[in-house]
């Protein structure tokens, strides 16, 4: 990776300001003074330093991604339609960047990336009960009734049980909240149509009790922060 990249992207700035820093020689590789923004680094190998600071390089990256309804949640798909890895820009997509479970294609909301495969492991598998809540728009209203039923563990119409999961009427008419400990495919939709009802729009607005951050805009992301991470590990 280049100097100026790498710095960047160790959050000492813009790539401008990368070069800046670079420019006014305060920056060491492997003990050299370089003045070069392209200076080939390695990443994890090479030693950066900055002022006598070393610049650790972070082997893994939690983003949270606001993604908007038509991108699927992959790397790739074989239609060549969007997916959710061509929202982020050149400052994190040098690492290889997967989601961390799935949203449907027509859903929006928290998908979180990241390239730490264990970490994924923790957030999908139902055993570490890592809560997702979802706002939903419904066809009709939901009735207490629903309410037991997903209490009770819902089974879908092919028969799949699902785990207990908590439903409670939105503010506006036809709305909900629906928390779920597991991630089957379609799953919340499936539940709704398994009590007649019908899913018209799904949001994912919490994972593991960190809420979507209210201050992104459909497309955009950030890092997690430190106090995110140790809520959802
Ligand atoms: N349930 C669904 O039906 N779809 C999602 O994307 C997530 C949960």
């Known amino acids: 990776m280049r100097l100026d990249k790498y710095l960047s992207n160790m959050g000492l700035g813009s790539r401008k300001d990368a070069r800046g820093i670079i420019g006014s020689g305060v920056v060491t590789v492997d003990g050299h003074v370089v003045r070069a923004a392209d200076a080939k680094i390695q990443e994890g190998v090479s030693n950066v330093q900055v002022n006598g600071q070393n610049i650790a390089y972070k082997p893994f990256v939690y983003l949270m991604l606001y993604k908007p309804a038509g991108y699927l949640s992959a790397t790739e798909d074989g239609r060549g339609g969007p997916v959710a890895t061509d929202l982020i820009g050149d400052d994190f997509n040098f690492y290889n960047l997967g989601p961390a479970g799935r949203l449907d ?24 009960h890592v809560e997702k809540q979802y706002f939903v728009r419904l066809r009709t209203s939901i009735t207490s009734e629903d309410q037991e039923a997903f209490q009770a563990g819902i089974q879908f119409k092919d028969g799949t049980l699902c785990r207990p999961a908590k439903l409670e ?20 939709k499936k539940m709704f149509l398994a009590r007649n009802n019908e899913v018209v729009y799904l949001k994912r607005i919490s994972i593991g009790g ?23 590990l």
């Open 105 to 128: 294609k027509d859903a929006e909301g928290f998908l979180l990336l990241t390239n730490d495969g264990p970490f994924v492991h923790r957030i999908i598998t139902p055993e570490q």
């Open 169 to 188: 009427a939105g503010a506006e008419p036809n709305t909900a909240f629906v928390t779920i400990h597991e991630g089957k495919f379609h799953q919340v």
């Open 210 to 232: 960190v809420p979507l951050d209210e201050t992104l805009q459909p497309g955009a992301y950030r890092e997690l922060t430190q106090e995110e991470m140790e809520r959802l």
